[in-house]
């Protein structure tokens, strides 16, 4: 009985028609970047101050004084948050009385901001902050936004993978589209911050995959309107949808539903792309009764924690995807708080992923996967310890640093996903990279308030970060290394992990050693 890949193995790997599919699946998440990372500039928070009603009866030299100050890195700013009791300071103006000589304003009582806020709109005409003040007491509501959108791409990832296993890839693929296109349209028209908010994470479960790509894609000349900005983001969405017609259904999901003359005809259709003549019939009637009846042996989530080397690697895979993922999200998400124009700056964060990306791939391919990871994770961490260090007259080498963090964990995201892969035994592999990508969501929700303590200390998320990815890095070295070894079948035939001494038991066939290989494996993951 012939495999799948054994009867289409005469369609080579990389043929015109492989890249044709592989530009099309590309071009259709494009939105996806749009999505992920637009609440860094439709959450953005301008600089603001209490509002002061123009009928106030204030002099003004009183009005210019309302407001009181506070010390913001090493300069006083006005306050964002307080001003002085409206009522006390008319009487004052009224009687004449000049601020800071007649009355020390250090003494007046002050109030919060009951007339709402007044917001610069140097950097952005409108966001969700200043369209329901979301400052002050409800600047929680921000940052729990953008963890509620990524909620939602946790959510997506489990009833997705149902469903493209029920229903198609490709028919989920286009419904998860046209779900986040459609819902990030209703967005624009939000009449509340609930609202928006539901919505966000109904787009968030639409989007399941959700790397980012380049925002900064134009945005200098569309404005800075969060509805207008929202909108122009969501029509790329729309311009997917005539891929439909060109992205054909899995030939392998087809056959796993009995639909066989659709796959044959997809197959047919991907030979004569390649130039290849295929045979007139791709399967025998007897092969495809065995297709019908085949089933896999089933394994559970159990299996991760099954014996002592899974459960360690399975560990330590959540605590390093759940770090990588804070890092990666959390640097994405700051960049508006870094000194400079905030589109330079989130088109600078994006820009230095294209030669991580490139520098993870060499590193793959001649490289053990351990050194290489800790490598880009301690030079993501290290830096980033060392912006807190910077003078606050040098802010261009703190951004320098910042997006040489960036560059070290995005190497390190990309790598991440290989070295998993090679360390999960075939009958586990889905499950254990799954329950990592997990980790990497929860990761993900977590980045926003990191980013939030940042208003508590400009360098704490840095810190955090800084030590977390450090620590991280440490323990990559404990665990097996993959490189040029023979990919695991069974949960015995796991490399284990550094420094843990094992039993063998007669239960078990022994597991191989480091290094060890099993004759009857065949695959390897030297690239």
Same mark, same amino acid.
């Given at each position: 009985?012939?495999?799948?890949?054994?009867?289409?193995?005469?369609?080579?790997?990389?043929?015109?028609?492989?890249?044709?599919?592989?530009?099309?699946?590309?071009?259709?998440?494009?939105?996806?970047?749009?999505?992920?990372?637009?609440?860094?500039?439709?959450?953005?928070?301008?600089?603001?101050?209490?509002?002061?009603?123009?009928?106030?009866?204030?002099?003004?030299?009183?009005?210019?004084?309302?407001?009181?100050?506070?010390?913001?890195?090493?300069?006083?700013?006005?306050?964002?948050?307080?001003?002085?009791?409206?009522?006390?300071?008319?009487?004052?103006?009224?009687?004449?009385?000049?601020?800071?000589?007649?009355?020390?304003?250090?003494?007046?009582?002050?109030?919060?901001?009951?007339?709402?806020?007044?917001?610069?709109?140097?950097?952005?005409?409108?966001?969700?902050?200043?369209?329901?003040?979301?400052?002050?007491?409800?600047?929680?509501?921000?940052?729990?936004?953008?963890?509620?959108?990524?909620?939602?791409?946790?959510? +997506?990832?489990?009833?997705?993978?149902?469903? %493209?296993?029920? #229903?198609?890839?490709?028919? $989920? *693929? /286009?419904?998860?589209? @046209? !779900?986040?296109? +459609?819902?990030?349209?209703?967005?624009?028209? %939000?009449?509340? #911050?609930?609202?928006?908010? $539901? *919505? /966000?994470?109904?787009? @968030? !479960?639409?989007?399941?995959?959700?790397?980012?790509?380049?925002?900064?894609?134009?945005?200098?000349?569309?404005?800075?309107?969060?509805?207008?900005?929202?909108?122009?983001?969501?029509?790329?969405?729309?311009?997917?949808?005539?891929?439909?017609?060109?992205?054909?259904?899995?030939?392998?999901?087809?056959?796993?539903?009995?639909?066989?003359?659709?796959?044959?005809?997809?197959?047919?259709?991907?030979?004569?792309?390649?130039?290849?003549?295929?045979?007139?019939?791709?399967?025998?009637?007897?092969?495809?009764?065995?297709?019908?009846?085949?089933?896999?042996?089933?394994?559970?989530?159990?299996?991760?924690?099954?014996?002592?080397?899974?459960?360690?690697?399975?560990?330590?895979?959540?605590?390093?995807?759940?770090?990588?993922?804070?890092?990666?999200?959390?640097?994405?998400?700051?960049?508006?708080?870094?000194?400079?124009?905030?589109?330079?700056?989130?088109?600078?964060?994006?820009?230095?992923?294209?030669?991580?990306?490139?520098?993870?791939?060499?590193?793959?391919?001649?490289?053990?996967?351990?050194?290489?990871?800790?490598?880009?994770?301690?030079?993501?961490?290290?830096?980033?310890?060392?912006?807190?260090?910077?003078?606050?007259?040098?802010?261009?080498?703190?951004?320098?640093?910042?997006?040489?963090?960036?560059?070290?964990?995005?190497?390190?995201?990309?790598?991440?996903?290989?070295?998993?892969?090679?360390?999960?035994?075939?009958?586990?592999?889905?499950?254990?990279?799954?329950?990592?990508s997990t980790a990497s969501r929860l990761g993900s929700i977590l980045a926003p308030y990191f980013i939030y303590l940042g208003a508590y200390d400009r360098f704490l998320p840095y810190i955090l970060m800084g030590s977390l990815t450090i620590l991280t890095a440490i323990l990559t070295l404990f665990l097996p290394e993959s490189f040029g070894t023979p990919l695991p079948d069974t949960i015995d035939q796991m490399l284990r992990v550094k420094g843990i001494k094992y039993r063998q038991t007669p239960n078990h066939t022994r597991e191989l050693k480091d290094?060890?290989?099993?004759?009857?494996?065949?695959?390897?993951?030297?690239?």
């Amino acid at each position: 009985m012939r495999d799948y890949d054994e009867a289409t193995a005469f369609l080579g790997e990389w043929g015109p028609f492989q890249r044709l599919i592989f530009f099309l699946l590309s071009a259709s998440i494009i939105p996806n970047g749009f999505n992920g990372m637009s609440v860094v500039f439709l959450a953005g928070t301008p600089e603001h101050r209490c509002r002061v009603p123009g009928t106030a009866n204030l002099s003004s030299a009183w009005r210019n004084h309302s407001v009181p100050r506070r010390l913001q890195d090493g300069q006083e700013v006005p306050h964002s948050c307080r001003r002085y009791r409206l009522e006390a300071i008319s009487n004052f103006s009224a009687l004449g009385l000049e601020p800071g000589r007649d009355v020390d304003l250090e003494q007046l009582e002050q109030e919060s901001c009951l007339d709402g806020w007044e917001f610069s709109q140097d950097v952005y005409l409108s966001t969700i902050v200043t369209e329901w003040n979301l400052v002050c007491e409800d600047d929680w509501k921000a940052p729990l936004t953008t963890s509620l959108f990524f909620g939602g791409v946790l959510v +997506g990832s489990f009833v997705s993978g149902q469903l %493209s296993d029920r #229903f198609g890839r490709k028919n $989920v *693929l /286009f419904v998860t589209m @046209g !779900m986040q296109t +459609g819902f990030s349209f209703l967005q624009v028209f %939000s009449k509340n #911050f609930e609202m928006f908010t $539901v *919505l /966000f994470i109904l787009v @968030g !479960m639409g989007q399941i995959s959700n790397y980012v790509a380049a925002f900064v894609l134009g945005t200098e000349i569309l404005g800075k309107d969060w509805r207008k900005l929202l909108l122009a983001l969501t029509l790329p969405g729309v311009l997917c949808a005539a891929l439909w017609w060109f992205i054909p259904e899995s030939p392998r999901w087809l056959i796993s539903q009995g639909r066989f003359k659709e796959a044959e005809i997809i197959i047919h259709r991907a030979a004569k792309i390649n130039g290849i003549v295929a045979p007139s019939t791709l399967f025998e009637p007897s092969e495809l009764q065995d297709l019908r009846s085949q089933k896999q042996q089933s394994h559970s989530i159990l299996d991760l924690l099954r014996s002592r080397n899974i459960r360690m690697v399975t560990v330590m895979s959540i605590i390093l995807w759940m770090t990588i993922s804070v890092g990666y999200f959390g640097l994405s998400l700051d960049t508006p708080n870094l000194h400079g124009d905030v589109y330079v700056n989130c088109f600078l964060s994006a820009v230095v992923e294209v030669p991580a990306y490139i520098l993870a791939w060499l590193l793959l391919q001649h490289l053990p996967r351990r050194y290489s990871m800790a490598t880009a994770l301690f030079l993501g961490g290290s830096v980033l310890l060392f912006v807190q260090l910077v003078p606050p007259d040098l802010y261009y080498l703190a951004t320098v640093l910042v997006m040489v963090g960036k560059f070290g964990v995005t190497a390190a995201f990309s790598m991440v996903y290989v070295y998993t892969a090679e360390l999960y035994p075939t009958v586990v592999r889905n499950m254990g990279v799954g329950v990592s990508s997990t980790a990497s969501r929860l990761g993900s929700i977590l980045a926003p308030y990191f980013i939030y303590l940042g208003a508590y200390d400009r360098f704490l998320p840095y810190i955090l970060m800084g030590s977390l990815t450090i620590l991280t890095a440490i323990l990559t070295l404990f665990l097996p290394e993959s490189f040029g070894t023979p990919l695991p079948d069974t949960i015995d035939q796991m490399l284990r992990v550094k420094g843990i001494k094992y039993r063998q038991t007669p239960n078990h066939t022994r597991e191989l050693k480091d290094g060890e290989e099993n004759p009857t494996v065949l695959k390897s993951t030297a690239f």
